[in-house]
């Protein structure tokens, strides 16, 4: 190779940049790093540049990559008959924000090369500060099969409520012979925390939640304009461990249980390369 070639970041074939790393040992190396937690620069050297593997995961996560895979997943799993709509229950989990996760700029980060904001970038990073420190919440639903259907990224101390709606709204999985995805389950099941009514007519599905007491005694005050009491089923209750068993299986891949991310949307694509892995399990 010439000195102007290297002076130019030029090839042996003249053409600029350097050889292009195979797209198979990449995803190993984000598989490896979202599984295990290690800072970027501890990768192995047989899964190649730990730079090279961070940017490229960093774009995916920024052009929704990562999104349009799981629902790629998703929806051949739906065409297989491996998905459980007859219940779809929704909860919420803290993760704790490791110290190198605080500190990104203030200024809004951009695509590389393109002049577009991540997809999934959030002004307040979704990092909450609370007594036990910064923490981010992730607010899910998953099918009876204990995989993630749905999810959303916030600050820890955001409530569970207000994110129902939100949470359902993401859920879309295409359907095989083309029209409109699937975003509507059987049944929604969930804690007190989302027995708002306000909610639940909003998208007029079958729910098992309990009805806290404050609420049953605001109804039985207010008489016939209350309302009547909302319909509670135990056995369909007792499923609710499905997304909880689902939040479980999420975390065993530490990079999701504890963020070391500093920004939203890169947090966003852990959560979401964690899912895929549940996906992709027989």
Do not use: F, M
């Given at each position: 190779m010439s000195p102007?070639?290297?002076?130019?970041?030029?090839?042996?074939?003249?053409r600029r940049g350097g050889r292009w790393s195979d797209h198979r040992m990449v995803i190993n190396g984000i598989l490896f790093?979202?599984?295990?937690?290690?800072?970027?620069?501890?990768?192995?050297?047989?899964?190649?540049?730990?730079?090279?593997?961070?940017?490229?995961?960093?774009?995916?996560s920024a052009n929704g990559t990562w999104e349009r895979n799981l629902r790629a997943v998703q929806a051949e799993a739906d065409a297989q008959e491996r998905i459980d709509w007859s219940m779809v229950s929704v909860d919420s989990?803290?993760?704790?924000?490791?110290?190198?996760?605080?500190?990104?700029?203030?200024?809004?980060?951009?695509?590389?090369?393109?002049?577009?904001?991540?997809?999934?970038?959030?002004?307040?990073?979704?990092?909450?500060?609370?007594?036990?420190?910064?923490?981010?919440?992730?607010?899910?639903?998953g099918e009876g099969g204990r995989r993630p259907l749905a999810f959303l990224v916030t600050p820890g101390q955001w409530g569970d409520s207000p994110q129902l709606i939100p949470v359902l709204e993401r859920i879309r999985v295409k359907r095989p012979g083309g029209g409109h995805p699937r975003t509507?389950?059987?049944?929604?099941?969930?804690?007190?925390a989302y027995s708002s009514r306000r909610n639940l007519h909003r998208?007029?599905?079958?729910?098992?939640?309990?009805?806290?007491?404050?609420?049953?005694?605001?109804?039985?005050?207010?008489?016939?304009?209350?309302?009547?009491p909302a319909g509670f089923d135990k056995e369909m209750y007792k499923r609710r461990n499905e997304v909880e068993r689902t939040i479980n299986r999420l975390k065993h891949s530490r990079a999701a249980a504890t963020r070391y991310d500093k920004r939203a949307y890169v947090f966003h694509g852990t959560v979401t390369v964690a899912s895929i892995r549940l996906w992709l399990r027989p």
């Open positions: 102007v070639s290297k002076i130019r970041g030029q090839g042996p074939t003249g790093r979202v599984c295990t937690g290690v800072p970027w620069r501890d990768l192995p050297e047989r899964l190649g540049s730990w730079k090279t593997v961070y940017e490229r995961y960093r774009r995916w989990t803290s993760c704790r924000a490791h110290q190198h996760a605080a500190g990104a700029p203030h200024r809004t980060p951009r695509i590389p090369k393109r002049r577009s904001t991540p997809r999934q970038h959030r002004p307040d990073e979704g990092l909450g500060r609370s007594r036990g420190g910064l923490t981010s919440k992730i607010h899910l639903a509507r389950p059987g049944h929604l099941g969930g804690d007190k998208r007029q599905i079958k729910h098992t939640i309990p009805e806290p007491k404050d609420q049953q005694a605001n109804r039985r005050r207010r008489g016939s304009r209350g309302g009547r």
